[in-house]
């Protein structure tokens, strides 16, 4: 699977939008982004994941680049309970059935 | 729906002691995972199985671990003997069903285990 780089740590005001990036350069054709994040003392929480498209759910919002080098993820409307660390896991479609996960990004949701 | 559910949530025991964790995933859930997740750091699988068979087992120390998958419902993940260095969260997930390829896993939440 690729691999993906993230900021270690972000802060967002409350009530504002967290656009939180991914880079994975080395991403392959058959390889989907997945987001997932974990409250503290919590397992991981799937978030949402793309392939190509755009992608929204009740969660988030996921903008994937033309040439899939780099992802966002957005939450709209940030609050205190978002704060959490954030992965971003490539993954492909067939074999490799484990997620990867990086470091992380931090996500502190300020009042 | 229930999620996944494991237990004990937390676990202190003595180094050399024996422990163990059970995980009971989504119902219809064939795919079943166990990660371990180091303070800081983000969860390393060690161990994926497709119904009662243990599919990917390579990173399980063997020589200390264990795991089963009776009847391919809940699953019990064992350290005997248990050392300092185990002390992290142990984590179950469950997927669908991962043999065709792209499944959503979903987390439980963990055990953290602490040996002194």
């Known amino acids: 699977d690729a691999k993906t780089t993230q900021p270690p740590s972000m802060d967002c005001a409350e009530g504002r939008a967290a656009n939180l990036p991914c880079n994975h350069s080395?991403?392959?054709?058959?390889?989907?982004v997945y987001w997932y994040r974990q409250i503290h003392s919590q397992g991981p929480q799937y978030i949402i994941h793309?392939?190509?498209n755009n992608e929204t759910n009740e969660m988030a919002s996921l903008i994937i680049t033309e040439d899939r080098k780099s992802s966002t993820l957005i939450l709209p409307h940030a609050t205190l309970r978002d704060t959490a660390v954030y992965y971003c896991?490539?993954?492909?479609?067939?074999?490799?059935?484990?997620?990867?996960f990086g470091q992380g990004t931090r996500l502190t949701i300020n009042p | 729906e229930a999620g996944v559910v494991q237990s004990p949530r937390y676990k202190i025991i003595e180094k050399k002691q024996p422990v163990a964790f059970w995980c009971n995933p989504i119902?219809?859930?064939?795919?079943l995972y166990w990660y371990l997740q180091n303070l800081g750091q983000g969860p390393e699988l060690l161990i994926r199985y497709e119904n009662e068979e243990a599919v990917d087992d390579s990173q399980l120390p063997k020589d200390r671990f264990s795991a089963e998958r009776l009847k391919g419902v809940d699953s019990t993940l064992k350290i005997q003997p248990a050392e300092l260095g185990d002390s992290a969260v142990y984590l179950c997930?469950?997927?669908?069903?991962?043999?065709?390829?792209?499944?959503?896993?979903?987390f439980g939440p963990g055990t953290r285990l602490t040996v002194l």
């Open positions: 119902s219809g859930h064939n795919t």
């Open positions: 080395t991403i392959s054709g058959n390889e989907y």
């Open positions: 896991i490539v993954r492909a479609t067939q074999g490799a059935q484990k997620l990867v």
């Open positions: 793309g392939l190509k």
């Open positions: 997930a469950s997927s669908l069903d991962s043999a065709g390829g792209l499944d959503t896993q979903y």
